[in-house]
């Protein structure tokens, strides 16, 4: 019989030898202590080749029964139902008091007809996964069983709904940023508040610096209206102000009692959507009239399901500054080695788009693939041949690459996220040593524009995401949904259950053709 092993997530498979990502879930009770830690960033040497492909594990199916795709698709249906306030109270749902009807002109005196078709249907549905792969060696192959079956995937369609579960008089909402900063919290900020207002909402604060917020005695609630937030997308960083790390979940959930609040809306990355999670459960289990949404904030555009989140267009747009400076400090040196460190913890999606947007970026360095520095096959030797041939070079590097070349420290930040080490200052040093064995010059700068991209304002394509994911977000949580986040999934704007997008990160896929058409654009060999 076969057997899926009962594993969830996203495991990398090659035939006779298995290595999946460990998921590590923070406890509900304390997730703030104990910290939600990510899976394992990639696949190492011992766990096989890059030619592993990636098939999406669920719990154990044994593909020799005839009802194996029926019975996956109830529990994926199953899975990713969303939580709703209705599983522990008894509420009623209520008229929408969001309008879509046009709005007349000044003096008009005539109610003009509702719009047709414009709230989401309960039962609306998006694919998750819209590729039909016809074999798992396919570039980027996500298959189920051994033959790639199609089994369809739905989730539940983001959007307005003509049933909601709050009167809006009597609403408190709250909204708090977590963890670093990110390009478009000031958008997302402001178009929650716009919406609410809309709804008729009147009580509207910010929890200043994160969960912090809900326990430091020296902050108190920010109180926000169009007034106050109409132009705050105009600058970087967030009104609200970040911070990791904070209290318990019963200290917050307590807080939360205690102000009134009953939406909360919860702007970070995969740590605060865990955080976020706990206090959904611990509201649940106080069977509180609270409801808990997310937006997934993080340039790294690490968001398990997800295109793509918002401040990932403007990282790579800014990236870009960064790159051509170290493409004309190189071409005008003589010798000249351009090498540029761009952030990514655990997934190397900025580095591979800014570099194969560039187009002057001749190797680029990920966290998903492992790279030798020395020996003929390793970079100090390709970087050589690229200064005899070439006369310069520039590189690329996300900050979790590398690492296992490093010596690694157990020191954690404030959202249990190891402290890494400095992978762009250690090749640096690596490539003046290597040049200056071999007796060749070589004018090696070396720029960090990480802080500089994260603070930047959204550009236009993140300030229109962040728009829509605002909007959903409220509507999600007037909807009566609760422990869940918005999304863009295959272009279409999603609710997903929260433990779903955080079971483990989004990583490149060595074998995707986008992967491969970076390697096309930069022309670099393989350094493994």
């Known amino acids: 019989m076969s057997f899926v092993s009962p594993a969830k997530g996203v495991g990398f498979i090659n035939t006779g030898q298995h290595c999946f990502s460990a ?37 154990e199916i044994d593909f020799e029964d005839p ?81 790639c079956s199609w089994v369809e995937q739905w989730v539940h369609r983001a959007g307005p709904r003509k049933q909601i579960y709050f009167d809006p008089e009597e609403v408190k909402a709250g909204i708090v940023t977590c963890g670093g900063l990110c390009p478009g919290l000031n958008d997302v900020i402001r178009q929650i508040v716009i919406t609410l207002e809309i709804y008729g909402v009147k009580k509207i604060v910010g929890i200043p610096y994160g969960y912090r917020g809900f326990f430091d005695d020296g902050l ?33 959930v307590d807080s939360i009692q205690a102000r009134g609040i009953n939406m909360l809306f919860v702007l970070g990355g995969n740590g605060t959507h865990a955080g ?3 206090i959904h459960n611990e509201c649940h289990k106080r069977k509180l009239k609270v409801s808990v949404v997310c937006v997934p904030k993080t340039i790294d555009n690490d968001i398990l399901l997800m295109d793509k989140t918002f401040g990932f267009d403007t990282a790579v747009e800014e990236a870009q500054r960064a790159i051509n400076s170290a493409y004309i400090e190189a071409r005008s040196a003589y010798h000249g080695i351009g090498l540029v460190k761009l952030m990514g913890r655990s997934s190397g999606f900025i580095a591979m788009h800014a570099s194969l947007s560039s187009g002057q970026i001749d190797v680029c360095l990920i966290p998903e693939v492992p790279f030798n520095l020395d020996g003929p096959y390793g970079i100090l030797q390709y970087l050589a041949h690229l200064i005899k041939t070439k006369g310069s070079a520039v590189v690329c590097v996300a900050e979790g690459a590398g690492q296992e070349l490093l010596e690694k420290s157990d020191a954690t930040d404030a959202s249990g996220n190891a402290v890494l080490s400095d992978i762009g200052v250690y090749i640096q040093q690596q490539i003046k040593r290597y040049f200056k064995d071999i007796c060749i010059p070589a004018d090696v700068k070396y720029i960090d524009p990480t802080y500089m991209i994260r603070a930047c304002r959204a550009n236009a394509s993140d300030a229109i995401l962040c728009t829509v994911l605002g909007q959903n977000a409220v509507h999600g949580a007037f909807a009566g949904f609760s422990g ?9 704007y999603v609710y997903l259950p929260i433990p779903e997008v955080i079971s483990s990160p989004r990583m490149v896929d060595p074998n995707s053709r986008m992967w491969h058409r970076c390697l096309t654009s930069t022309g670099q060999p393989d350094f493994h």
């Open 23 to 59: 998921n590590d879930h923070c406890s509900s009770k304390n997730f703030l202590h104990s910290s939600f830690r990510l899976c394992e960033r990639r696949a190492k040497k011992r766990c096989g080749s890059l030619n592993a492909r990636a098939i999406v594990v669920k719990p």
């Open 67 to 147: 009802d194996w795709k029926k019975k996956f698709q109830d529990n994926f249906e199953e899975r990713f139902n969303l939580p709703h306030l209705r599983d522990v109270l008894d509420v009623n749902p209520r008229p929408t008091t969001f309008s879509l009807k046009r709005r007349p002109h000044m003096g008009c005196d005539i109610d003009l007809e509702e719009r047709r078709n414009g709230y989401v249907h309960g039962d609306d549905r998006a694919l998750l996964k819209v590729i039909k792969f016809s074999s798992p060696t396919s570039a980027g192959a996500e298959c189920i069983d051994p033959d």
């Open 220 to 252: 108190t609630e920010i109180p926000l209206s169009r007034q106050v937030v109409q132009n705050i997308n105009l600058a970087g960083g967030s009104l609200l102000g970040v911070s990791r790390g904070g209290a318990s979940t019963s200290d917050i």
């Open 276 to 278: 976020a999670n706990a």
């Open 484 to 492: 869940i986040t918005v999304g863009i999934c295959n272009t279409h």
